[in-house]
């Protein structure tokens, strides 16, 4: 608990300073230009950080694309959402996920028909969302909605149950989260999340989404932070206007 705590400390601070000195960029804090969620070296450094795509992705997911490791500004603006409650941080996060995300995109459809695809926020632990008042998976999937222009589809519940955050990757695997599929679901399913690390959410809210009668899952997230895998992880550079 001491350790997650002084891990986003830092980001928390910066938060802090910009609520009382606003306007200030979403990530960091410091000035950014008016009506723009972040500073220029903020974006920047989104731009240039490494996207990662794991294909197949985790149990039950064809793909799964983030934006950058789990590192530096990636992880300041995982950060600034989750716990600085910086709601603007999900248009920079959703600016980041789409520029890496629409190449493929066109990949995920249905009898070679893309009908039906729709984003689909991982669901938050009920008591996660009754103290945040916020899911940060849901807003971020918001603005990537509007950023994609693609529907979204809230058709996932989580049970509660012990958090993710802190524990070892063995707990994680040995005991997921359950998460069940309330009314109908897209065929096309793009899960939408801020950072996974073993991927045991993402591979709950797959098998609820197919179990419902999803025909393909897809992921995105802000960031990665699990280990590399030579067979699977690929750094990718997407071209910034795909044709």
Same mark, same amino acid.
């Given at each position: &608990?001491?350790?997650?705590?002084?891990?986003?400390?830092?980001?928390?601070?910066?938060?802090? +300073?910009?609520? =009382?000195?606003?306007?200030?960029?979403?990530?960091?804090?410091?000035?950014?230009?008016?009506?723009? %969620?972040?500073?220029?070296?903020?974006?920047?450094?989104?731009?240039? =950080?490494?996207?990662?795509?794991?294909? %197949?992705?985790?149990?039950?997911?064809?793909?799964?694309?983030?934006?950058?490791?789990?590192?530096?500004? *990636? /992880?300041?603006?995982?950060? *600034?959402?989750?716990?600085?409650?910086?709601?603007?941080? *999900? #248009?920079?996060?959703?600016?980041?996920?789409?520029?890496?995300?629409?190449?493929?995109?066109?990949?995920?459809?249905?009898?070679?028909?893309?009908?039906?695809?729709?984003?689909?926020?991982?669901?938050?632990?009920?008591?996660?969302?009754?103290? /945040?008042?916020?899911?940060?998976?849901?807003?971020?999937?918001?603005?990537?909605?509007?950023?994609?222009? &693609?529907?979204?589809?809230?058709?996932?519940?989580?049970?509660?149950?012990?958090?993710?955050?802190?524990?070892?990757?063995?707990? /994680?695997?040995?005991?997921?989260?359950?998460?069940?599929?309330?009314?109908?679901?897209?065929? +096309?399913?793009?899960?939408?999340?801020?950072?996974?690390?073993?991927?045991?959410?993402?591979?709950?809210?797959? &098998?609820?989404?197919?179990?419902?009668?999803?025909?393909? $899952?897809?992921? $995105?997230?802000?960031?990665?932070?699990?280990?590399? +895998? #030579?067979?699977? /992880?690929?750094?990718?550079?997407?071209?910034?206007?795909?044709?």
């Amino acid at each position: &608990m001491v350790r997650d705590l002084a891990a986003i400390a830092p980001a928390l601070l910066r938060n802090l +300073c910009s609520v =009382a000195a606003p306007p200030g960029c979403a990530v960091c804090g410091d000035a950014a230009r008016s009506g723009a %969620p972040a500073c220029s070296s903020c974006v920047r450094a989104l731009e240039i =950080a490494r996207p990662i795509l794991i294909e %197949p992705g985790p149990a039950g997911i064809a793909w799964a694309v983030s934006a950058a490791p789990f590192e530096g500004t *990636a /992880r300041d603006l995982v950060h *600034a959402l989750k716990f600085g409650r910086r709601l603007s941080a *999900a #248009r920079v996060a959703a600016a980041a996920i789409a520029r890496v995300t629409v190449p493929r995109l066109r990949d995920l459809t249905v009898d070679a028909s893309p009908r039906g695809a729709a984003l689909v926020p991982v669901p938050a632990d009920p008591l996660r969302w009754r103290w /945040r008042g916020f899911d940060p998976a849901e807003e971020l999937a918001l603005a990537l909605a509007r950023e994609l222009k &693609m529907p979204l589809r809230r058709c996932l519940r989580r049970r509660a149950g012990p958090r993710q955050v802190g524990r070892s990757r063995a707990a /994680r695997r040995g005991s997921p989260p359950v998460v069940d599929a309330r009314g109908s679901v897209p065929a +096309c399913a793009v899960l939408v999340d801020d950072v996974w690390t073993t991927g045991a959410t993402l591979i709950a809210s797959a &098998m609820a989404l197919r179990t419902a009668g999803a025909r393909q $899952v897809a992921a $995105v997230a802000i960031a990665h932070a699990g280990r590399p +895998c #030579r067979t699977a /992880r690929r750094d990718l550079r997407f071209p910034e206007n795909p044709t």
